[in-house]
């Protein structure tokens, strides 16, 4: 491994997750606090980003942050999930010890502004840099009921599911819903 690649941050995340303890497990699973508040999250764009880099953006609801797990020190090849059960492959993982410390979370973009992106579903802590943005594209990036290998395994054993489903059935343009 002897490549570099260099890559500068495009934009900060400002959350109210100040600790990692205080940050959800995966974007896709935040709904709110326990108090019901839905958490939203500003991610304010460097000053030199030029904005037609982002002004097509609206209109997609959501979209991917690949960004710096910048608190996170070294890395294992085997992490403890925190859902339970034995070590597993770093690479199997979504943890945020990584052999590069790259993390992607698909977030729900609420509003485009002059200079930033006013978000919801962030699994990122406060100050987070983000390297790169990308549509969320359904037809491209979702594959629904795939496998997931050792976490279907654990949640078949403890009778949960973790895949996120829709909340509820979205009514067609112009129409009834079934
Ligand atoms: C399990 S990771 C998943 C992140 C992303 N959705 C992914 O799959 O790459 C989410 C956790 O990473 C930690 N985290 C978030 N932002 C971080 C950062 N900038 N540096 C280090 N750890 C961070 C928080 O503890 C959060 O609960």
């Given amino acids: 491994m002897s490549e570099v690649f260099a ?28 108090s019901g508040e839905v958490v939203e999250a500003r991610l304010e764009f460097v ?13 997609f ?15 294992k090849a085997q992490v403890k999930p925190p859902r339970g059960g034995p070590k597993r492959g770093v690479l199997a993982t979504r943890s945020p010890h ?10 729900e973009l609420v ?22 943005i990308k549509p969320y594209v359904p037809y491209a990036d979702a594959f629904a009921g795939s496998r997931a290998g050792w976490i279907d395994e654990i949640d078949a054993a403890q009778g949960r599911q973790s895949a996120p489903g829709p909340k509820r059935p979205r009514k067609p343009v112009g129409g009834q819903a079934d």
């Fill in 7 to 34: 890559c500068r941050p495009i934009a900060y995340l400002r959350s109210p997750y100040a600790q990692r303890i205080d940050a959800p497990h995966q974007s896709t699973v935040v709904q709110g606090t326990q």
């Fill in 47 to 59: 000053d030199d980003l030029a904005p037609e880099a982002y002004a097509d953006l609206a209109g």
């Fill in 61 to 75: 609801e959501r979209i991917w942050l690949i960004f710096a797990f910048h608190r996170s020190q070294g890395w």
């Fill in 98 to 107: 990584r052999p590069n410390p790259l993390g992607l979370s698909a977030v």
């Fill in 111 to 132: 509003a485009v502004e002059p200079g930033a992106l006013i978000l919801r579903g962030v699994d990122l802590l406060d100050g987070t840099p983000v390297l790169d």
